[in-house]
């Protein structure tokens, strides 16, 4: 029997606070049923098990996230939107940190593809035509933005800027002005190697 009150959506959303509370590591349906006071059977009506419900946080965090990130960069380009979908990450990772952390789950291609993930990637496009580059430069390009907006984030959340200075703060802007002249003087593409 399906314990009243309880919806697959506001299990997902429990799950996902849980999430920012303990970590996106350490979120199962047994911990969740124990947080919401019910019985892990109560969950399976809802969702499949610590799979499916890992998944299902995933895909909230990702549609939040792009969400965010589109109310960030709108009417923004070039540097202004590279440091508006950066900090759009950075403030989101930082609020919510289980979530942030689901948004790194590798998906199925079918889930991924029908997730908001491609819908970051076209946010990332969008802010490179500022920089007028082409496909398939742009796919090297959102990788490098990529990287450095998330490895960043990962870095300072483990605590890896914690014991120098200056401030990661400072160090944050640095990089994201440094992204910015590599955009703006990227490469040629080099011949392939036969």
């Known amino acids: 029997m399906v314990?009243?009150?309880?919806?697959?959506?506001?299990?997902v959303r429990a799950g996902a606070e849980l999430a920012d509370d303990i970590g996106f590591a350490e979120l199962t349906?047994?911990?969740?049923?124990?947080?919401?006071?019910?019985k892990v059977p109560s969950l399976y009506s809802h969702?499949?098990?610590?799979?499916?419900?890992r998944t299902r946080v995933?895909?909230?965090?990702?549609a939040e996230l792009a969400d965010l990130a589109a109310l960030?960069?709108?009417?923004?380009?070039g540097k202004d939107a590279l440091v508006a979908l950066a900090g759009s990450y950075r403030d989101?990772?930082?609020?919510?940190?289980?979530?942030?952390?689901?948004?790194?789950?590798?998906?199925?291609?079918?889930t991924a593809l029908a997730s908001a993930g491609p819908r970051h990637a076209q946010l990332t496009r969008a802010i490179l035509r500022g920089y007028q580059l082409t496909d398939p430069e742009q796919t090297h390009a959102v990788r490098l933005i990529g990287s450095v907006i998330h490895g960043y984030i990962d870095?300072?959340?483990?605590?890896?800027?914690?014991?120098?200075?200056?401030?990661?703060?400072?160090?944050w802007h640095r990089a994201l002005d440094a992204l910015?002249?590599?955009?703006r003087a990227w490469p040629a593409p080099l011949p392939r190697p036969r």
Do not use: K, Q
Request: charged share 20%; no cysteine; aromatic share 4%.
């Open 155 to 171: 870095l300072e959340a483990a605590g890896g800027f914690a014991h120098s200075l200056p401030a990661s703060t400072e160090s």
């Open 47 to 53: 969702v499949g098990g610590t799979p499916d419900l």
């Open 58 to 62: 995933a895909l909230l965090a990702l």
């Open 3 to 11: 314990r009243a009150g309880l919806t697959t959506d506001r299990v």
């Open 29 to 38: 349906a047994s911990t969740l049923a124990r947080h919401l006071g019910v």
């Open 92 to 110: 989101y990772a930082r609020d919510h940190p289980g979530r942030y952390a689901a948004t790194r789950l590798r998906l199925d291609t079918e």
């Open 180 to 183: 910015d002249v590599a955009l």
């Open 72 to 77: 960030a960069v709108a009417g923004r380009s």
